[in-house]
């Protein structure tokens, strides 16, 4: 692997543009997406409705299609092509809109070639959907403005930029106070050396391009995001016993985020947050975190840090906030806890799943 920028662009633009015909070509199984048996339907319903092609030739390692779309503004980065750019043109609906962003043509070239044909299947009138040419650290020469979109996703793209801290500044200027950074990435148990870093293919196969957990913690915080969510992780096995040998005793895992845009609130209190069960597909609960689930029948007390992604989002309208003076006897965790929340403990458990 190059080591400027510049060249790792070019030997990823190589990697995804002309040496992966499909998902058939990866070497290990990291860009392969997973979830789907936790899928909402609607997404299933999205996802069976999106051209063969553009599903061949997607490269993914989650599910980044969070609750309440409807009418949302949507930024994919590193599209690819564009299969969540189109499943969430369908969840977004008429007054929505979704802008998918990748630096490889070849991949752009699928996505807009296959365009109207996903305005037909969902029913639109209109394209609700647009593709740039560009790169994900650097939106605004492709002219994406300051606080403009709701929510900005990314599906295993992260790891392949080699200014990973540029993309999160870029998420925090484009997104709106208020909004979520919704994403799946592969991360390492410690920081990746130099020697792996270099190799072309681990690096291309989304694995030595990856930040270690806590490096993610400090760099989106200290940008000014409010600490990061896990949502979901499971363990990466590379599944190539030359590449595995490579990589020794690190460990690599595939997690899904919440972060969202607000400013931090203080753990000086706790709210009873009742959910009024208004969000399409989520009509019973509403998944938080990968540990917290509020259900419409049984509300939730929580530290006034962890209530704020509620309150001060686009989820708002969809709960009820009462002050609680007495703390609970076993409260949900705080906001700060989720810095200390290692993946790669957290996948050996079994996580509770929300009615979708």
Same mark, same amino acid.
Request: glycine share 6%; with cysteine.
């Given at each position: 692997?190059?080591?400027?920028?510049?060249?790792?662009?070019?030997?990823?633009?190589?990697?995804?543009?002309?040496?992966?015909?499909?998902?058939?070509?990866?070497?290990?199984?990291?860009?392969?997406?997973?979830?789907?048996?936790?899928?909402?339907?609607?997404?299933?319903?999205?996802?069976?409705?999106?051209?063969?092609?553009?599903?061949?030739?997607?490269?993914?390692?989650?599910?980044?299609?969070?609750?309440?779309?409807?009418?949302?503004?949507?930024?994919?980065?590193?599209?690819?092509?564009?299969?969540?750019?189109?499943?969430?043109?369908?969840?977004?609906?008429?007054?929505?809109?979704?802008?998918?962003?990748?630096?490889?043509?070849?991949?752009?070239?699928?996505?807009?070639?296959?365009?109207?044909?996903?305005?037909?299947?969902?029913?639109?009138?209109?394209?609700?959907?647009?593709?740039?040419?560009?790169? @994900?650290? !650097?939106? #605004? /020469? *492709?002219?994406? &403005?300051?606080?403009?979109?709701?929510?900005?996703?990314?599906?295993?793209?992260?790891?392949?930029?080699?200014?990973?801290?540029?993309?999160?500044?870029?998420?925090?200027?484009?997104?709106?106070?208020?909004?979520?950074?919704?994403?799946?990435?592969?991360?390492?148990?410690?920081?990746?050396?130099?020697?792996?870093?270099?190799?072309?293919?681990?690096?291309?196969?989304?694995?030595?391009?990856?930040?270690?957990?806590?490096?993610?913690?400090?760099?989106?915080?200290?940008?000014?995001?409010?600490?990061?969510?896990?949502?979901?992780?499971?363990?990466?096995?590379?599944?190539?016993?030359?590449?595995?040998?490579?990589?020794?005793?690190?460990?690599?895992?595939?997690?899904?985020?919440? @972060?969202? !845009?607000? #400013? /931090? *609130?203080?753990? &000086?209190?706790?709210?009873?947050?009742?959910?009024?069960?208004?969000?399409?597909?989520?009509?019973?609960?509403?998944?938080?975190?990968?540990?917290?689930?509020?259900?419409?029948?049984?509300?939730?007390?929580?530290?006034?840090?962890?209530?704020?992604?509620?309150?001060?989002?686009?989820?708002?309208?969809?709960?009820?906030?009462?002050?609680?003076?007495?703390?609970?006897?076993?409260?949900?965790?705080?906001?700060?806890?989720?810095?200390?929340?290692?993946?790669?403990?957290?996948?050996?458990?079994?996580?509770?799943?929300?009615?979708?």
């Amino acid at each position: 692997m190059a080591t400027n920028n510049e060249e790792v662009h070019s030997d990823v633009q190589e990697y995804y543009g002309k040496e992966l015909k499909s998902k058939d070509d990866l070497k290990t199984n990291a860009c392969c997406t997973a979830g789907g048996a936790k899928m909402p339907q609607r997404v299933k319903q999205a996802l069976a409705l999106c051209h063969e092609e553009v599903i061949t030739k997607f490269y993914g390692c989650g599910v980044v299609f969070p609750q309440a779309p409807e009418g949302c503004t949507v930024l994919d980065l590193g599209c690819g092509t564009g299969r969540d750019c189109f499943v969430l043109s369908m969840l977004v609906g008429p007054t929505g809109h979704v802008t998918g962003v990748d630096m490889t043509p070849e991949q752009l070239e699928v996505a807009r070639r296959h365009t109207d044909y996903h305005m037909k299947q969902f029913g639109h009138s209109s394209c609700n959907v647009d593709f740039l040419l560009g790169y @994900i650290e !650097k939106l #605004d /020469t *492709v002219g994406i &403005k300051d606080n403009v979109f709701d929510v900005v996703i990314s599906n295993c793209v992260i790891n392949l930029v080699p200014d990973k801290e540029a993309v999160f500044r870029e998420v925090y200027r484009v997104l709106k106070p208020g909004g979520e950074l919704y994403f799946s990435d592969v991360y390492s148990s410690h920081p990746v050396t130099a020697e792996l870093r270099s190799d072309k293919v681990l690096w291309g196969e989304c694995i030595s391009g990856a930040l270690a957990w806590k490096q993610l913690m400090k760099v989106v915080t200290e940008i000014g995001f409010a600490p990061p969510v896990l949502m979901e992780c499971s363990p990466l096995t590379v599944n190539n016993t030359h590449l595995g040998e490579k990589l020794g005793d690190f460990k690599f895992c595939s997690a899904t985020y919440r @972060i969202f !845009k607000i #400013d /931090t *609130v203080q753990d &000086k209190s706790y709210e009873q947050v009742s959910y009024k069960g208004t969000i399409q597909g989520h009509q019973d609960c509403f998944q938080l975190a990968y540990n917290i689930s509020i259900s419409v029948s049984h509300p939730e007390i929580m530290s006034s840090s962890m209530a704020s992604l509620l309150k001060h989002s686009r989820y708002a309208p969809h709960f009820a906030f009462q002050q609680v003076d007495t703390p609970p006897e076993s409260p949900v965790p705080s906001l700060s806890d989720c810095i200390n929340v290692n993946p790669f403990e957290v996948q050996t458990m079994t996580m509770p799943t929300c009615c979708s």
